[in-house]
């Protein structure tokens, strides 16, 4: 397997056997299963991992297999229309925390549907594991957003891993290039575009589109949140910045201090401007005591703005430091590909960084 | 010290001395000392890093002073017009080399002029650290160009470590970006705008400045090579782009392998085309067999490519893969200083991977 070491790569040729579990199987975990069967062989040749699925739970249940699940079968019974706890054989166990808590397995992958409630049941059972030093790599933002400080004090406790690069801009990693290429800055200003869905629908509302219209076509792509009032209301982006303020600027912010203020407001006329371009903008703007003004809400941007180029399924951000001066930084993000393959990188970074020790059946 | 574990920062409580050396004394250094002197505390704090210089050198000579260099003087010496081998007390040495060769520290900072003939001196100079275990952290392009395989070998050989984020967009963490975060991902295509001198002037004569003003403001800034053709005939581009082959996407490429093509031949008139944008674009595209098509020369883009956005004093690429579908990213960098900070980035990176062992003195 490969290393990385100041990004240099040293190859070892053993392969090791991962056993994961999936927590969710809506449309990012069934793209992660197809990039986990399209990409086996490079995952094996470049880092020497065989990752084998023994558990899967969704809102039907939860099931564990040791020897692994056969993944075609998975996708083709899930998109049949049953729940996963229901295909093939394993054991049958009453719910993802109760699999997270009985099985044996090094990493969990955890895309369930956004709860910015109470963060559960993603929460508990990311607890669950971490308590137990496993690896999380997550795509819910809800436990984060609740318990950024605990999570990552769990982790350091027991010896596991958290990850969480998908959570913001999917596969644009806006987490990691802020956390590790930024060493020694002070981030003066932080401003995104970090919603799809409400990118989508103002960008097609300013060419004329009908609202309902753009939101069926977001829903239809597997990118909007369950409840799309979520991601209409500015929460899903509040829920991205609180995670960027954690993570990113170090202020342990949470949701209740964001401004937000959702796109459901605005109406076409308004929308075709020609002086501006109206955005879904998430900002962190440094005040001279340090501390950081977050806001979510609708602007309009000039033309020529970063911001005001982020078009359609794009989503995008830009940082204004002191030592890198500013970088910006998009993608073309056409659905939840990107985003299961952010899962993946997580998945790879974790393991590399501290290999489980499972012995090869 | 602080460690980078999967994205989270352990704390711990000592704070640990490193000896640096500095080659070349050029804008960038000048800048990374200004950083160095600047941001000590935050280096201290956040990383427990206590970077001493010990050892410079530049076209005059070197010195090499164990007890470390008053730095604020030595940037004054210099600026006065003096070489820095006749600052102050110390140990002068012939050259760079013998310095790298002779004196006691733990990390070499390279910036030395861009030499795509041989690589030397940096060459000679990267190796004889590597040898040493040491780490090193490069500007200079011209090493990696001429033996990247090689000093990745002496690296693993050694025990060393070699960063060198800052060659490519300077702050803008490219090479890490196209490492780190594209796990598992097919790249079809790189496009970048890699040389400022050459972006800046394109984008001035477009608005009627005349070649030799924009070329002069550059100058004045400290982005442009020390040798003006290596910008204008396109060869600081390919080398970039040599380095993105090797570093990101793999390939043994030489600087032999790009089809270069400067902007010499372009007039103001031509530039001023209201259809597209000319921008010197570097671009790498994967063939059915694999291999990448390299090539740096000037194009007329489309006014809504991206890289038509990338104006003045910006640099920036594109990755197009296929997981992780297309991810854009630029830079607005009106000097050397985020260069100097991503080579203060690129060490810390590897003090942390590897920190030296050296005594408390």
């Known amino acids: 397997m490969n290393t990385i070491a100041n990004d240099q790569l040293t190859v070892t040729n053993y392969q090791l056997p991962v056993t994961v579990l999936l927590l969710g199987f809506g449309a990012v975990h069934r793209h992660l299963v197809h ?63 109760t699999l997270v808590q009985e099985a044996d397995y090094d990493l969990v992958f955890a895309a369930m549907p956004l709860n910015l409630r109470d963060g559960e049941p993603g929460l508990s059972c990311v607890r669950a ?25 769990l982790a350091r406790t027991y010896g596991g891993r958290l990850a969480f690069s998908a959570t913001v801009c999917g596969g644009l990693p806006v987490l990691n290039l802020g956390r590790r290429d930024l060493v020694g800055a002070t981030i003066h200003r932080f401003e995104g575009i970090l919603n799809s869905t409400t990118n989508y629908i103002l960008s097609r509302m300013r060419q004329g589109m009908a609202f309902a219209e753009a939101l069926a076509e977001a829903q239809r792509r597997g990118i909007a949140e369950a409840d799309p009032r979520l991601d209409l209301e500015g929460w899903d982006a509040a829920a991205k910045l609180v995670i960027i303020a954690n993570a990113v600027l170090n202020v342990p912010a949470r949701l209740a201090d964001v401004t937000v203020e959702g796109i459901t407001g605005l109406e076409n006329a308004s929308l075709a401007d020609p002086r501006g371009v109206y955005r879904l903008v998430a900002r962190a703007v440094r005040q001279s005591d340090g501390r950081y003004r977050l806001t979510v809400g609708p602007e309009r941007l000039a033309p020529d703005h970063f911001l005001a180029g982020v078009d ?39 393991l590399v960084a501290h290999p489980p020790s499972s012995p090869v059946p």
């Open 35 to 97: 990039i986990l069967l399209s990409k086996a062989d490079v995952l094996a040749r470049d880092w020497g991992f065989i990752l084998r699925v023994v558990g899967v739970a969704d809102s039907g249940g939860a099931l564990y297999h040791p020897a692994g699940f056969d993944l075609a079968g998975l996708l083709t019974h899930k998109e049949t229309g049953y729940s996963v706890a229901t295909f093939a054989d394993g054991r049958r166990l009453p719910d993802a925390l």
């Open 129 to 153: 594991a971490l308590r137990r030093g496993k690896a999380v790599v997550l795509a819910d933002k809800g436990p984060l957003v609740h318990d950024y400080a605990g999570l990552q004090a």
């Open 312 to 350: 359609d399924w794009q989503m995008g951000v830009v940082f204004v430091t002191d030592i890198y001066e500013e970088i910006y930084l998009k993608i073309d993000e056409k659905g939840p590909l990107a985003t299961a393959a952010a899962m993946m990188r997580d998945a790879v970074h974790s």
